[in-house]
Every structure is written in C-alpha cells, then in structure tokens.
C-alpha cells in the first residue's frame, strides 16, 4: 500500500478528480467546485487572447455552462484536468476572435490622460512586444508565466511536445526581451561586481 502524499497539491489534485467525477455523473456541486477552483485561470487565459474583460468573463461563464455536457468528453488518462480546460477555453477565444474578425469594425482607442504612470507604460510596452511574437511563442509564454502552468501542462494544452515548449519557451524570451530593448523598456539586469 502506498504512502499518501501530504502535499498541497496532492490534496488539490484529489478534489479536481473528485469534482470531475462527480461532474460527469451530472452532479452541479462538481461543476461548481471546478468553476471556483478554475475560473480565475480561464479568465485570465482569454482575456489573454481577446484583450477585452468583459468579452473575456462571457466566454468564460460559456465555457463553464458548456462544461456541463463536455466534461463527459473528458479522459482524465490524456491530459490533466487543468491543461485540457485551458484548451476548451483556447478554442473557445479563438472561435470568439474568429466570429469577430467577420464583422468589419473601426477600433477606436482613447488615450489615457494619466501619461506619467511608470506601471501603465510598461504594461503597454510589454502587451505591444508580446503582441509582435509569433503566436505559438506568445500562448507559451503567457500560458507559462501569467497562468503558472508547468511545460507539461502547457504541452496538453497546447497539443504540443514538452522539447517543442521548452524551444518556444526559450524563442519567445528572447523575441520578448528583443522587443522590449527596442522599445527602450527592458528590464533593468544587475551585474555582479
């Protein structure tokens, strides 16, 4: 008989394949307990792709609501509960995206009268490099160091090999440090004395 592993993340695994069972016997506690514990990473995740909050909360109330019939879909033996509902929510932006790039529409952007916010800038200058990598580079990146999955879970997500992640990864770092350096917004690096 095996040892029980006392971790954190043990425990949380447990209650994720606790509340997928139960959600695939249709129970809605089980699906409750997958939207508390997963909606904050789906809405981050979205709002990644389609830059737009409120857009971003719909698709993801929407993934959870669909979630109730597609969970029957899912094989725990493939791919970690966490990394295939990402990929649900992948498809589900990218379909969001797709339906919008139908309709022609002029984009206005008003400027922000708070120009001397050093915080608001860098964000701007880091959406603006990340948005000049390839996109493959880009999901890698945000999907690694916003959501905080692990390559492997990035690798399920993405339908990817864990070495493919690993060289988008690296790729990705060094276009997004590029990117930055031209705009004159790259991290500050100490140097040993």
């Given at each position: 008989?095996?040892?029980?592993?006392?971790?954190?993340?043990?425990?949380?695994?447990?209650?994720?394949?606790?509340?997928?069972?139960?959600?695939?016997?249709?129970?809605?506690?089980?699906?409750?307990?997958?939207?508390?514990?997963?909606?904050?990473?789906?809405?981050?995740?979205?709002?990644?792709?389609?830059?737009?909050?409120?857009?971003?909360?719909?698709?993801?109330?929407?993934?959870?609501?669909?979630?109730?019939?597609?969970?029957?879909?899912?094989?725990?033996?493939?791919?970690?509960?966490?990394a295939w509902i990402m990929r649900v929510a992948?498809?589900?932006?990218?379909?969001?995206?797709?339906?919008?790039?139908?309709?022609?529409?002029?984009?206005?952007?008003?400027?922000?009268?708070?120009?001397?916010?050093?915080?608001?800038?860098?964000?701007?200058?880091?959406?603006?490099?990340?948005?000049?990598?390839?996109?493959?580079?880009?999901?890698?990146?945000?999907?690694?160091?916003?959501?905080?999955?692990?390559?492997?879970?990035?690798?399920?997500?993405?339908?990817?090999?864990?070495?493919?992640?690993?060289?988008?990864?690296?790729?990705?770092?060094r276009a997004l440090q590029g990117a930055l350096?031209?705009?004159?917004?790259?991290?500050?690096?100490?140097?040993?004395?």
């Amino acid at each position: 008989m095996s040892t029980p592993s006392t971790g954190v993340g043990s425990a949380e695994s447990l209650l994720v394949q606790e509340a997928v069972r139960r959600a695939k016997q249709g129970d809605r506690e089980g699906i409750r307990l997958l939207y508390v514990r997963f909606s904050g990473d789906v809405l981050r995740y979205v709002n990644s792709f389609v830059r737009d909050y409120h857009e971003a909360e719909d698709i993801t109330h929407n993934v959870f609501a669909k979630l109730i019939t597609a969970i029957t879909r899912y094989e725990e033996r493939a791919t970690p509960f966490a990394a295939w509902i990402m990929r649900v929510a992948r498809n589900a932006a990218l379909d969001y995206l797709r339906a919008r790039r139908a309709i022609p529409t002029d984009e206005l952007r008003i400027a922000d009268s708070d120009e001397g916010d050093p915080g608001l800038e860098r964000g701007l200058d880091i959406r603006e490099a990340l948005e000049e990598l390839p996109t493959d580079q880009r999901e890698v990146l945000v999907l690694r160091h916003v959501m905080g999955l692990t390559p492997v879970e990035i690798a399920g997500t993405l339908a990817r090999t864990e070495s493919s992640i690993h060289g988008l990864h690296h790729r990705g770092r060094r276009a997004l440090q590029g990117a930055l350096e031209a705009r004159g917004a790259a991290p500050i690096v100490l140097q040993a004395a």
